[in-house]
């Protein structure tokens, strides 16, 4: 069990924190929590698998298809496999990402 996911990573200015999860939580799909400080972007991917998208804090930028989304907190979001995207930062974020 985790009780805090927010608390596995923190900010670093200037980069991209990440931890994967799924081991600890003996899972076979790819759980990984990210902090990205403000202003951060991670370039534009595709996946074999779907995703899903859950901001735990802050602001998320997602752009897919062309189509621009901003994830505030609470916020869940899919992504179908295959699909280019791209994250960006609005504010101090953390989520996390789920490979489905």
């Known amino acids: 069990m985790i009780k805090d996911l927010?608390?596995?990573v923190r900010y670093h200015e200037g980069q991209i924190a990440?931890?994967?999860l799924n081991k600890r939580?003996?899972?076979a799909n790819a759980i990984t929590l990210y902090a990205m400080a403000k202003g951060e972007r991670i370039?534009?991917?595709s996946s074999h698998?779907?995703?899903?998208?859950?901001?735990?804090e802050g602001k998320l930028q997602l752009?897919?298809?062309?189509v621009v989304v901003k994830l505030p907190p609470d916020s869940l979001e899919t992504i179908p496999?295959?699909?280019l995207h791209d994250f960006?930062?609005?504010?101090d974020c953390k989520f996390l990402q789920i490979a489905l």
């Open 6 to 8: 927010k608390t596995l």
């Open 49 to 56: 698998n779907a995703k899903l998208i859950y901001v735990l």
């Open 81 to 83: 496999a295959q699909l």
């Open 88 to 91: 960006l930062a609005l504010e």
């Open 25 to 27: 939580l003996e899972l």
């Open 43 to 45: 370039s534009q991917e």
């Open 18 to 20: 990440s931890r994967s």
């Open 63 to 66: 752009t897919a298809d062309s």
